[in-house]
């Protein structure tokens, strides 16, 4: 692969995005700009690589690099992409080694753009970040955070991790990676939590992972991708909009409020059914005696409410669920899915070290025209991409 830096001082957390590439096994090309330099030196660039560093199409000119290696990459990932890049790129400018590069891929081509947030929200930046997402190729959303000096918003490079997840599922689906372009997706991920004091709360074990691997999955196909995580402790998404919640009504609320104009809505979060009727202020303490039982009142059915508010506010929307079952899984989950009405119903059995807290998960996706699909047991990466796929199905035609 090819990994073009830009010239911003994001480019030190390149390095490690690199170190991740070439140790699990990929052969990464490194065509930094003269600007990239200025922040970290080719003999950097070049040790964590093994291999050589140019910039110039007249570097080893009788080897063309200025087209070969364009031509002989399996995917272009570039990280930062500064304004001027994404300006060269959409514009089809070829000034130095890297947009010649770009010019010359046909493959899955990736963008992490690194900015100050009034570079990012520039109406010109934003004209060029829709064109090349309209030619296939993944623009990635900046994080939001501290940037260069005292300054905080969106224009943040993505943690390191995550744009080596990125780059792992471009490759994985290299041919294929645009075919959620243009889609606007909400997911919902982790576990709602319901207060009974300021101390303690009602639960479950769900991670998030499996809705964090939906995230990633449809950013690199080339959603818009907003995440609703309810008490997650993982690294966001790269090019994903996240935004926490905490309870059940929360949730509700929020995703009530995003899933106007998307295209459709994957409710992975596990929800808590109920919550106690009323949350003291302080912490309840021991009174020697039985404690006061805690009265519980049910929670809203955010599934259902989403199914019977679509003609109203989201016509057309695709809607998915997720039900997490201990035993009689399709039956419960066919029951399930009449009861919900959602188009589709994601069923994984749970328990026993299955599906909470690990990286792999296995389950079927029930579809309201009476098909099944069974996911056998894999990264949760290949649900994802499952569930995409029927999506995606639904979106052609």
């Known amino acids: 692969m090819v990994l073009g830096v830009g010239g911003g001082i994001a480019a030190y957390k390149v390095c490690e995005l690199l170190r991740r590439l070439t140790e699990s096994g990929h052969r990464v090309r490194v065509v930094p700009t003269d600007e990239a330099l200025r922040f970290v030196g080719e003999p950097t660039w070049a040790a964590l690589s093994g291999q050589p560093v140019e910039t110039g199409v007249w570097d080893r000119v009788h080897e063309v690099p200025h087209v070969r290696i364009g031509q002989s990459a399996d995917l272009v990932f570039v990280a930062p992409a500064t304004a001027n890049i994404l300006a060269k790129a959409a514009a089809g400018l070829a000034d130095d080694l890297l947009t010649n590069t770009l010019l010359t891929a046909r493959c899955p081509v990736v963008f992490a753009p690194a900015m100050h947030t009034e570079m990012w929200e520039h109406p010109a930046t934003r004209a060029n970040v829709e064109t090349l997402r309209s030619r296939g190729a993944v623009v990635l959303d900046p994080a939001e955070g501290r940037l260069t000096g005292s300054d905080s918003g969106r224009g943040r490079l993505p943690d390191p991790v995550e744009l080596y997840e990125s780059a792992r599922l471009a490759l994985r689906r290299s041919g294929g990676a645009d075919d959620l372009a243009g889609r606007r997706i909400v997911i919902s991920a982790g576990g709602t939590r319901e207060a009974i004091d300021p101390v303690r709360f009602i639960g479950n ?94 929670n809203p059915d955010i599934l259902a409410d989403l199914v019977r508010t679509r003609a109203e506010r989201a016509p057309g929307q695709t809607i998915v669920g997720f039900a997490a079952e201990t035993d009689d899984v399709v039956s419960n989950g066919r029951t399930k899915l009449e009861r919900k009405g959602c188009d589709l119903l994601v069923v994984n059995q749970v328990g026993r070290g299955r599906a909470f807290g690990t990286d792999d998960n296995q389950a079927v996706i029930l579809g309201i025209d009476g098909s099944a699909t069974e996911v056998p047991r894999g990264p949760k990466e290949d649900l994802a991409d499952q569930v995409w796929d029927l999506v995606s199905g639904r979106f052609h035609g």
Do not use: W
């Open 205 to 298: 074990h769900s991670s998030g992972k499996q809705g964090y691997a939906l995230a990633r999955t449809a950013a690199a196909r080339g959603a818009d991708v907003t995440l609703i995580a309810a008490n997650v402790s993982l690294p966001d998404p790269a090019g994903v909009d996240v935004i926490p919640v905490t309870s059940a009504a929360e949730l509700a609320e929020t995703v009530q409020e995003r899933r106007v104009g998307a295209d459709a809505v994957v409710m992975a979060a596990a929800v808590a059914d109920f919550r106690p009727s009323s949350s003291v202020g302080s912490k309840i303490k021991k009174s020697g005696g039985e404690p006061d039982p805690i009265e519980l009142t049910e």
